[in-house]
Structures are given as C-alpha cells and as structure tokens.
C-alpha cells in the first residue's frame, strides 16, 4: 500500500525526466544530412572501389592472391622490349568485400581505393570493370575528400 | 451451442523471420494461450554462410575481412578475438603500441554495440524509435571515428596479424578524447528517459528473470551472465591484450531480470569510456603496424582463444596442419548460448515481454547463424 | 419535411466539417512527422513543398493509387466495414464540438453524452478489423483493444461526470459558458479529473504508450496488418479525427473552450486543441509501451479509484 503511494507520487515525477529530457533535443537542430543535395565528406582512408594505376604495377599478382572473395583477375603478356607487360586487369566489383587487403599488400602502390562510393547500378554488366580502362569511373559520382 | 461443443485452443503465432523486432531472421514458434506464452521454439540458420567452412579454403590473412561479419555491429572484437587467436598459434608477440590501439578501438565499438543493444531494447519495449535515435548519433561518432581510423564504417578489417592495418591517424586522440566528453552527458540523457521511468520500470523489472544456475547452465556470457550477478569477465579474469594495467570495474546485477541486463549496459558504458580515457594517456610512440600478406604458416597445432565480446565470450578455436589455410576453424558465439535460454525465459510471459526479452538479450543473427 | 434551404445548408455544413476533418487530419500527420523527428534530431519531411507541408497529400495520393489488396481468406462482408465502421464516428462526433460562441453544429443538450457514446463505437470497428483480418497479429490487437476500452471508459466518464457536477449541463455550450469566470482547470479538483481524463482518453484513441492494438514492435501493426491503399488511410485519418475529438473535448471541458482574451473565440478553440495534441504527440514519443495486463492494473487499480475519490471531493464541495 505504501509502495502504491509512493509510486503514485514518485512516477510522474520520473517521467516528467523522461519528457524534459525529449523536449530538449526537441529544440536543438537536426543533425541529419539532407544526403543527395548535402553529403558526408569522405575520410583520407576512405575504402571505395578498386582503382589502379597501370604504369606503376608490377604484375606481382600478390593482390589477386591476398583477395579472399576472388574478385581480381590480371594476365600478363611479354611487350616487344621482353618486358612484361599487362594485358588485362580485371575487377569483379559484386564480389568485392572492401576488405582493403589488395591495396595494403601491393608493393608499389598501384592498387589503390577510391572514395566512390555511390556505387548502385542497373547492369550487372557494369558490375565486371576493367581496371586498364582510364575513363572506367567516369560516369560514377566523385565525393570530395575530407 | 452446447457447452461441450465449445473448446479453446493454443494459438500458434510464427514470429519472424519477418518481423518488425526479432533482430534480424529469427523465427519463433509461439504457442500462445490467450497473451500468456505457453512455448517458445526458436528455428535459427536463416542467414547461414557457413563462415566455419569458408575458413577452411582462406589463408589465415584472408578470413579477417570474414570476421567483420560475423558480429557485425562489433566487427572491431571479432577482428580482435581473431588475430589474437591466430597470435596465440602463432606464439607471435605484437608491439605495445599495437596492443594499446586494439583496446582503444575494441572498447569503442563495445561503446557503439551497446548503444544499439540499449536503443533497440527500448524500441522492443515500445519507445518507437526516440531512445534508438539518440543512441544511433552517439553510435554515429564512434563510426566516423573508425571511419578514419581504418576507413570503412561497419565492416572494419582493422586488425591485422602481429599488429593493426594503420597507425592511429593525426589528431585522431584528440577527436576520441572529444567524444569521451561528449559522451558522458547523454549517458544521463538515457538515465532521464528510461532507467527510473516507472513504465519502464513496469516493464522490465522481475521479468525474464534469468537465474545464476540457468545462467551457467546454458554458458550464458558477457552482460546476461553478469547481470545474473556472476562476476565473469574475461577483461579481467583472464587478461589479454593490455587490459590489466587500467583500471575498471566490472558492473554486475542482482536479480537477472530486464532491468539488471539494461543496467549492466549502460554501467559498461562509462566502464568503456574509463578504459578508453586511461589507454589514450598511456599509449607508446613506437611501431604498429604490420606488413600484411606474407604467407603465415603456422605450426602443427591446435588453439583456443577467447575474448570478451561486448556479447560475451567469443572463442576462437583453430586447428593447423602446418598449411597456409586452417584445417578447421570452429567458432564460439556469445549470442548462440545467449539466445538458447530464450525458451526458459519466456514460458508464461506475455506476448510483449518475449519480444522486450529477446531485446534485452541482445543477440546478433549474423554471429548466431555464422 | 426537409426543405430546399435546410437541406443545402445541411450539405454545406457536411462538407465544412468533413473539409476541416480532413484538413485536420493532414496537418496532425504532417506535424506528428515533424514533432517525431525533431524529438529524435531529425528533419522528417523535407521535400514536398516548404518542410515537407504537402508530404501528406503525396501520402493521400500515393494510398489511393495503390492496389486494393483483399487478403485470402479474410471475413469479406467484417473486413470491408471495419474501416467505416472506424471512420464514420470518428466524424459524428464533430456534431457537438463547439468551436465558437456560435460555431457549433447543433448544440445537443446532451451534448457530451453524445460525443462519448458515439466515439466509443469506434471500437466495433478496430474489433471488427482484427476478426475479420484473418491474421494472428490482427485478432490479437482487435482483442486488446476491445479490453482496453471497456476498461478505460469507466475512469473517462467518472472524470466528465465531475465536470458536469459544476457545469450543470450536459450541453458543451452551457459547459463553455459555466467557465466564464475561470477555467475549470484551475479547481483542483477538476486538475485531477483533467489528468485522468487526458490519461484515459490516450488510451481510448490508442495512442502512446497506450498504442496496445496496433503495437509495433510485438503485433507488427496490430488491427490493420492486413490493410492497404485507401483502406488504411482511413484507419489514419479516423485515428487523427480520434485525436483532434479528444483534445476538443478536454478544451472545452477544462481550459474554457473557445473563451479567451483579445483573439476570436475559434482561434483559442484550435490553439487549445492543437496544444493538447502536441503534449500527447510528445508523450507518444517519449515513452515505452505498457504491457496488456498492465494496462488493465493501471485502468482499475489507479485511475478509476482517483477519478471515484475525486468524484466524492468534488461533491461534497459543490454540498457545502
């Protein structure tokens, strides 16, 4: 009975907390981002897509063997100076975990990632890109770099 | 009518695999009598990847990235949990100031779980969406935190064997002692709004009270053990990494029921933050990181390894012949045991609580199913 | 006999309310959207129109332009009434609102009997909505919310009756006029009755955190889990028209109506509701849910013991 009292009175008390506690982010600004016109900057480390800068690789082939889902394939051929040379550098983007593995281990550096990431598309066929393709991010959006 | 023609039966609700609140694809086979819930069977294995097998064909390297999905709102401790198993195999040493990074970041997202795991037990409990928000932006800032630190936002990959992937970025020190500050005040904004508010009270405290015994029996781990007032915890019974130069305490409960399993968390949090505080005042200058890639062969051997997951004990138990690859890699979930007692709790409960008491569980699918 | 002129005064009247019933409704959805993601530091509609104001007439659109999806299985004749069953009482009680001296459908002389009675009907409707679904999740919010009403008529009405016992009237005007000299708040006694009025009446409408029938979180969407498109819309609109009923009432009985300094008399009728409404929304979206049972314990164990203690305080003053 006197816990029911006690109750009765002390309750209200504990949920008026609960509401001043509301009313007062009520009143502080919003903190979304309204995202197509306003969006996040992207980090130094951001991990995006898979990118390559072809003069710079060696064709050591430690990235296609360090990708745990297999989605790196390059060949190599040898040029008209006997110097290896690529031939083609491909890049299963829907097997791709963003696990960053590939970029870490290159030697060089070539292997890179991007900061696209609004990478949703139509075409599956869109999804199989060629690294040795210069324009290949072309028509994807480029996010600014915090 | 005659009476006799007249006869009430059980209802059978299946619950999930979807549902607004069952925490991914669960399904539970609800016999219910009128509200009273007479039954619970849980059916798992809807999000099964078979990461175990997975392991099996993967370089020792290359499961880490597997390891972000298995707790995927913790991938900082499974990375941990992980590399630090293989360590063990591997009876590798990591740089001190390697070791200090993986406390900073493991307590950092234990922060960000049980930020998740308190808004979405509100939100069970029917307090649509507000406390759930408010726990999302703070979870937000321990995010954009990683996000520089090893620049992903969920799945992480951050821990490396022998070491972390990047050094600790510029400035970064400064941002997490910024949300060290910035934290400790809407711990309170959650105290306000839910820990004495009498319907919440109503409806958390003496149900699903989960019992020292039943709780040991079932290996329950992490908070739900230490809410039913068992003080385990491996940060401190068996100490890896740096953890027993700081200074916590490990919060525990009294009667094991809703409330004590929400206290527990929210007690863990400013634990979290002591932890945080202290290793970013006593981090080394020297050397992190690791080369990753090369091969790593272990010996002959087997291993288990646990550590404190902020769902409980997420063991490591690995197997290997000498190769490059596991020869079996077998997984210890928390939320696996944690969601087995599911059935003890709910029996004669009403329809709500199951669903606040799975809340308050706080299982992860991803990690159940593997 | 219906004359000429009555009956086109009696359609204009009709559309008025209906117009305001539905205007109401469209901005009580629009700023509970506001109201919620403010709470929660969002923004909420952004995009339609300034802050989103035309985001429910693209919601209105986009309902009526959905396929009418009749599950298998469901009670056809129960399944296809319910929604009317919710809406139209819903609307019947706008009869008896007093919005200004003289703005006022028809002043019943039974006035808040009237509205009571008739918006307590609204229940068939949710009932019938959770029967005839076919759905596990619809049965069990249709049957909350059957016991929940009954339960929390009683404390309503005890709360209305201590009102009456200093208005004297049952007619809403007369209620209004009876405040004249202060605002029946401001009697102590009737502070407790607005409480337990407000308290009940949240949970006559199913509202937070007394929103059992449709629980989210257990029943996924209680009574109307298996309606869409039009069908459900109603089920919103009714809810809101509930909401905006209820506030009206407690204006009226307790904060003096339409009665206010300087302004017209409909401007402090509507700010009065609108501020109820806000107060609820902000409820609504601070609290848990309380469980059946509790709900229930609280209906007999706490409010309608005040609201019969209050009801005796009330008396014997009014005696002395």
């Given at each position: 009975m006197k816990n029911y009292f006690k109750r009765l009175i002390f309750g209200p008390i504990d949920l008026i907390k609960g509401l001043i506690v509301t009313f007062r982010n009520l009143i502080t600004p919003a903190i979304t981002l309204q995202y197509p016109t306003q969006k996040q900057a992207m980090t130094q480390r951001y991990r995006g897509l898979i990118d390559l800068y072809p003069v710079k690789?060696?064709?050591?082939s430690q990235c296609v063997k360090i990708c745990p889902t297999n989605c790196l394939a390059l060949t190599h051929k040898e040029g008209p100076d006997k110097k290896k040379e690529l031939e083609s550098f491909k890049y299963k983007m829907e097997l791709c975990c963003f696990c960053g593995l590939c970029a870490q281990v290159c030697p060089t550096a070539a292997l890179y990632m991007n900061k696209i990431y609004e990478i949703a598309t139509s075409n599956r066929k869109e999804l199989e890109i060629n690294l040795l393709n210069p324009d290949k991010y072309a028509e994807w959006a480029h996010p600014t770099v915090r | 009518m005659k009476m006799s023609n007249m006869h009430s039966e059980q209802l059978c609700v299946n619950m999930g695999p979807q549902h607004p609140s069952t925490h991914g694809v669960l399904y539970l086979d609800l016999r219910l009598d009128g509200e009273e819930v007479v039954d619970c069977i849980t059916h798992i294995g809807y999000l099964h990847r078979s990461m175990e097998k997975i392991a099996e064909n993967r370089t020792y390297t290359q499961f880490i990235p597997f390891?972000?999905?298995?707790?995927y709102v913790a991938s900082m401790n499974n990375n941990l949990a992980y590399v630090l198993a293989v360590e063990k195999l591997l009876n590798l040493d990591v740089p001190e100031r390697a070791k200090y990074i993986r406390v900073i970041v493991a307590e950092l997202n234990r922060i960000a779980s049980h930020l998740l795991a308190i808004g979405t037990f509100a939100q069970d409990l029917g307090a649509f969406a507000t406390p759930l928000f408010y726990c999302f932006r703070e979870r937000e800032k321990v995010i954009e935190i990683f996000d520089e630190v090893c620049g992903n936002r969920l799945t992480y990959n951050y821990m490396r064997i022998g070491g972390v992937q990047f050094d600790l970025p510029e400035g970064i020190d400064r941002r997490i002692k910024d949300f060290i500050k910035y934290m400790r005040p809407k711990i309170n904004d959650y105290e306000g709004l839910l820990t004495n508010n009498p319907i919440f009270l109503e409806r958390t405290k003496n149900i699903g009270i989960l019992s020292k015994e039943t709780a040991i029996n079932y290996s329950i781990t992490g908070p739900n053990l230490r809410a039913s007032g068992v003080q385990w915890d491996l940060r401190k019974d068996e100490p890896y990494l740096v953890y027993d130069k700081f200074e916590f305490a490990i919060p525990t409960g009294k009667n094991g029921d809703m409330w004590d399993r929400y206290r527990v968390r929210m007690d863990e949090l400013s634990q979290s933050l002591k932890i945080i505080e202290q290793a970013i005042a006593g981090i080394p200058e020297a050397q992190a990181t690791v080369k990753a890639g090369r091969m790593i062969k272990p010996a002959a051997g087997e291993v288990y390894f646990r550590a404190e997951s902020p769902r409980g004990e997420l063991g490591f138990y690995i197997v290997s012949d000498g190769s490059v690859n596991p020869y079996r890699l077998k997984i210890r979930a928390p939320s696996f045991s944690n969601l087995a007692v599911l059935r003890e709790l709910v029996k004669g409960v009403k329809v709500a609580d199951v669903v606040g008491i799975l809340g308050s569980l706080d299982i992860l699918m991803g990690e159940i199913d593997r | 006999m219906v004359t000429l002129s009555s009956l086109i005064v009696m359609v204009l009247v009709v559309s008025a309310v209906l117009g305001f019933i539905s205007a109401s409704a469209m901005f009580l959805i629009w700023w509970e959207r506001k109201v919620s993601a403010h709470i929660q530091t969002r923004f909420g509609p952004m995009r339609v129109g300034w802050h989103g104001v035309l985001q429910p007439i693209a919601d209105a659109i986009k309902l009526l332009c959905k396929e009418d999806i009749v599950p298998v299985g469901v009670d056809k004749w129960v399944w296809w009434l319910a929604p009317f069953f919710v809406t139209v009482p819903a609307v019947m009680?706008?009869?008896?609102?007093?919005?200004g001296k003289n703005l006022i459908v028809q002043d019943l002389n039974l006035g808040i009997l009237y509205i009571i009675a008739i918006t307590s009907t609204g229940i068939f409707g949710i009932f019938m909505a959770g029967w005839g679904s076919n759905n596990k999740y619809s049965l069990l919010g249709g049957m909350r919310s059957a016991a929940q009403i009954i339960s929390y008529e009683i404390p309503l009405l005890i709360s209305i009756i201590t009102v009456l016992l200093f208005s004297g009237s049952l007619s809403m005007q007369k209620i209004v006029t009876a405040q004249a000299k202060y605002w029946f708040i401001l009697n102590p006694s009737l502070f407790v009755a607005f409480f337990v009025y407000i308290i009940s009446a949240t949970a006559e409408v199913n509202r937070a955190p007394f929103d059992l029938p449709e629980a989210e979180s257990e029943l996924v969407a209680g009574f109307h889990t298996e309606y869409s498109g039009m069908k459900f819309a109603m089920f919103f609109i009714a809810e809101y028209t509930n909401m905006f009923t209820i506030s009206a009432i407690a204006a009226t009985l307790f904060l003096g109506g339409w009665r206010g300094p300087l302004l017209p008399g409909p401007v402090w009728f509507l700010i009065k509701t609108y501020t109820i409404i806000f107060v609820l929304m902000w409820v609504r979206w601070t609290f848990p849910r309380v469980r059946v049972d509790q709900l229930m314990g609280f209906a007999w164990k706490v409010l309608t013991p005040i609201s019969l203690v209050n009801l005796i305080i009330a008396g014997w003053f009014i005696l002395k």
């Open positions: 690789c060696i064709m050591c | 390891t972000d999905r298995l707790d | 009680a706008f009869v008896a609102i007093p919005f």
